[in-house]
């Protein structure tokens, strides 16, 4: 079965400055898909990011981006130019290829935004 | 589009009660499942299903069943409520389309206290 690490369970950061969260997964897959999903106080969780294993190139979407190591089974999230409204819980989560739609989550990491 | 909507969305039971959570989408979404979250834990599948009359087990299935008459609902039942099943509770879907990232989307959660 696999598995997603979090292994940290609380992070802060500045307004305006950069942060990294960090994700590792165990698995003896080729095929799988990597997600990072935003929980704020409303509960709502919130798509961040996703990266297919097959692809080399690393994902992007506006601020948020990741460090996809295959080799190393490692998928952290970099927030740039924090707001303050990136402040929740963000959870990586798993899932394996093919017609397996099933979701395997880390534990979270509680990000809190300074002024 | 409503997306993916879950009632009620605060719920309290006594022990030995029985409930169902509901969950709606109108995106013609294949694959629904719920999941269970508790604090430290991360999201836990709990009952999954990848088209209308098919449903199986997740990781904490246990004192929870499920049905899938419909490609739009899938309830969550509670046969006999117990203080362990005090946790909010999440319904999400998706396409369920083999070989791509099968973004899964989630309802807002149902927040349910066993007493």
């Known amino acids: 079965a696999q598995t997603v690490t979090q292994s940290q369970p609380e992070m802060s950061v500045q307004e305006a400055e950069t942060v990294t969260l960090s994700c590792t997964y165990d698995t003896s897959e080729s095929d799988y898909y990597l997600f990072w999903y935003k929980q704020p106080p409303s509960r709502q969780m919130i798509l961040v990011i996703r990266?297919?294993?097959?692809?080399?190139q690393n994902a992007t979407e506006n601020r948020f981006s990741v460090n996809f190591q295959k080799a190393a089974k490692s998928f952290s999230l970099k927030i740039s130019d924090s707001q303050l409204g990136d402040a929740a819980m963000y959870f990586c989560a798993y899932r394996s290829g093919g017609s397996n739609y099933k979701l395997t989550f880390g534990k979270g990491t509680l990000l809190t935004v300074n002024p | 589009n409503a997306g993916v909507t879950q009632t009620p969305k605060f719920q309290v039971l006594k022990t030995g009660q029985s409930m169902t959570l509901q969950c709606a989408q109108d995106?013609?979404?294949?694959?629904m499942s719920w999941y269970r979250q508790d604090p430290g834990m991360g999201l836990r599948l709990i009952h999954y299903?990848?088209?209308?009359?098919?449903?199986d087990q997740g990781e904490v299935p246990n004192g929870y069943n499920v049905s899938r008459s419909t490609t739009e609902d899938f309830p969550l039942r509670l046969l006999s409520a117990a203080p362990s099943q005090t946790s909010v509770y999440f319904c999400?879907?998706?396409?369920?389309?083999?070989?791509?990232?099968?973004?899964?989307?989630f309802g807002p959660g149902t927040r349910l206290t066993v007493l």
């Open positions: 990266q297919e294993a097959y692809k080399q």
């Open positions: 299903s990848v088209g209308a009359g098919i449903t």
């Open positions: 999400a879907s998706s396409l369920g389309r083999a070989g791509s990232t099968d973004t899964q989307y």
């Open positions: 995106m013609n979404h294949e694959y």
